[in-house]
């Protein structure tokens, strides 16, 4: 059977635009949206809202500023995309790995994207630029790369199933996967989420972004929304976010093997509504910890810093946030009361977190003989 020409898998009049990689577009990102700010306009990404967003497509400028440890997570994982292809390519599809978009034309493979800009005729305010599009006979597939400095996902983050939603939309397709590379140790855990959308799903996203697009062209053109007309639009873009991911919770995400059916319990009810709870405390965790870690940072300009209690007492020989650990004994000696707080633990170190928990607990040192507070 011969090979359906690539042009008829996609969208009818695609534009397949080179451009350069990274930052070196050749054009202003803010003339539309791309497939990472879906999730923002889906009110999917508590980190970066539709309101956020829409201030920036406004007005042209980023309200986001990273931090240098952040930074250097996103240059990492833009460093590995080609890895993270590489081997999702090998182990989940057994397909080979190209950086030619025309070999797909050919041949079964998976083609690293980099510097490839898709536009589709029907959706004037959307862009495509992604990381990976494999063949497998007539069927196309888009391939997400992330990596992930964390343990794995019990779930795939909402706003990154929005950003392939979002690409299948723009360049026509229904099928794709997230490629994720958790940097565990001893070493790298790969793994592999796929899903299949429906026409539904993805004209669910298509019609919140259409919606939002209005929006930024309304303000550009000179109108100026109240708070509430603000606050609506976030609403039922939110609507729309909840809508969309209710139905890929319900039938997109595919799982290996079999589908175990199970008769809910008591028990059952009770541990997934307990998992929502804690679900949502860890976001705020991490966020945490991510704070603790820049300012640990910005107290410590090298590894090897040492960290002193008030009165000069060594607490760790490397900084915090490099050895994740204190020294028990040492805090005992400076006076800190942690006996509370790991009475369970033989160990002679403890974790850095809880520590620190312990630091800021106690009064300043000149309201108590022996204390220690931080700043």
């Known amino acids: 059977m011969a090979r359906a020409p690539m042009r008829e898998l996609l969208a009818k009049d695609l534009a397949i635009v080179e451009v350069g990689?990274?930052?070196q577009w050749g054009m202003d990102r803010n003339d539309g949206i791309g497939g990472s700010e879906a999730g923002s306009v889906l009110g999917?990404?508590?980190?970066h809202t539709a309101l956020d967003l829409l201030q920036e497509k406004v007005t042209r400028t980023s309200l986001r500023e990273f931090t240098e440890a952040q930074q250097l997570r996103l240059d990492v994982g833009h460093a590995q995309e080609a890895l993270v292809l590489k081997t999702f390519a090998r182990r989940e599809l057994g397909l080979a790995y190209t950086t030619s978009l025309g070999d797909l034309e050919h041949t079964d493979a998976l083609a690293h994207l980099g510097s490839w800009l898709f536009v589709n005729?029907?959706?004037?305010?959307?862009f495509a630029h992604v990381d990976g599009l494999y063949r497998l006979g007539d069927e196309i597939g888009i391939v997400d790369a992330k990596t992930s400095f964390r343990d794995p996902w019990t779930e795939v983050p909402e706003y990154y199933v929005a950003q392939l939603a979002?690409?299948?939309a723009v360049l026509g397709g229904n099928v794709g996967y997230i490629a994720a590379m958790f940097q565990v140790p001893p070493y790298p855990l790969p793994m592999e989420y796929r899903f299949d959308f429906t026409p539904g799903q993805l004209s669910l996203v298509m019609a919140a972004e259409a919606i939002f697009w209005e929006s930024v062209t309304g303000i550009r053109a000179g109108k100026s929304p109240s708070d509430h007309e603000l606050a609506e639009l976030e609403s039922r873009l939110g609507e729309l976010g909840e809508e969309f991911i209710s139905g890929i919770d319900a039938s997109a995400i595919q799982a290996k093997g079999e589908v175990e059916t199970i008769r809910a319990t008591g028990?059952?009810?009770e541990a997934l509504l307990?998992?929502?709870e804690l679900k949502g405390q860890s976001r705020l965790l991490y966020a945490e910890i991510d704070a603790i870690t820049e300012y640990l940072n910005r107290r410590t300009s090298s590894p090897e810093a040492r960290f002193l209690a008030p009165d000069g007492?060594?607490?760790a020989k490397k900084a915090p946030v490099a050895s994740r650990e204190l020294d028990r004994d040492a805090l005992v000696e400076a006076g800190i009361a942690i006996e509370e707080f790991y009475a369970a633990s033989s160990k002679n170190r403890l974790t850095t977190?809880?520590?620190?928990a312990a630091l800021a607990s106690r009064p300043e040192p000149n309201k108590a003989a022996r204390g220690v507070a931080m700043r």
């Not at 999917?44 to 980190?47: D, E, G, W």
């Not at 005729?121 to 959307?126: I, M, V």
Request: hydrophobic share 30%; glycine share 4%.
């Open 44 to 47: 999917l990404n508590k980190y």
């Open 313 to 315: 007492t060594e607490l």
């Open 166 to 168: 979002h690409y299948n």
């Open 21 to 23: 990689d990274g930052d």
């Open 121 to 126: 005729p029907r959706f004037k305010f959307a």
């Open 353 to 356: 977190t809880k520590a620190l």
């Open 267 to 269: 028990r059952d009810i």
């Open 274 to 276: 307990r998992y929502r």
